[in-house]
């Protein structure tokens, strides 16, 4: 193949993998949002750029279920919009700094749900009293104190980050709750199982009955 077919070919198959991302992105929004978890316009989506070079992110100011593909926007690793018609999600900087000290994840899902905010309201351990729960603990759910703008580049930001380590979530008191992974699907399905350990706790109110940490072991092994 000549190399200038080839060129064009390799342009096309890139635009076909980020046709892909930003699909994904989309229909993220729409679990996130028919799932109960959304509230009007705040949180965002967001997805490593294929070639590492920037993050995808829905843009600011709009709901989950309005989100289309226009209104992802991608950003460079210092938060400059490099690609799109609209300012990024005010608090892009956490999905950016979570990417920059986790090469793993490729995916940051953060949501401002009911029962997360008030669960991270709290000053209680997250147990596992549910098969959901298991995806999350033990250990014990991290969390992130009071932010007061955690979307800009401030330390605040980073402090998130550190508080998180290699956990798969993290509660943030007075903005929900974040999820990272892999794929859009794993983060997705992390922020569902969180509200919903958030919700059955502060239902089953002080006296409970958890699943032994052996036994949630067992599960998440795929064992039971």
Known sequence: MPPTELASFSAAGERDVELVTLSEIVRTCRVLHAANLTTTVWG????????????????????????????????????????????????????????????????????????????????????????????????????????????????????????????????????GLITVAETLGEAAALAVYLEKACRLQLLAGMDFYAIPDAEVMKKRSGQL
Do not use: Y
Request: hydrophobic content about 40%.
């Open 44 to 175: 965002f989506v967001a997805a490593r750029h294929a070639s590492g070079g920037g993050i995808w992110v829905t843009r600011d100011n709009v709901g989950f279920d309005e989100v289309n593909i226009d209104d992802i926007v991608l950003v460079s690793s210092k938060g400059e919009l490099v690609q799109g018609d609209f300012e990024p999600d005010s608090e892009q900087a956490l999905a950016i700094e979570v990417m920059a000290s986790r090469r793993d994840v490729q995916a940051v899902i953060h949501v401002h749900s009911l029962h997360a905010t008030a669960f991270a309201a709290t000053n209680r351990a997250l147990h596992a009293i549910s098969h959901e729960g298991c995806h999350l603990v033990p250990p014990d759910i991290a969390r992130s104190r009071f932010l007061d703008d955690p979307g800009t580049w401030t330390d605040e930001g980073r402090e998130l980050v550190s508080s998180l380590g290699q956990r798969n979530s993290i509660l943030m008191p007075g903005h």
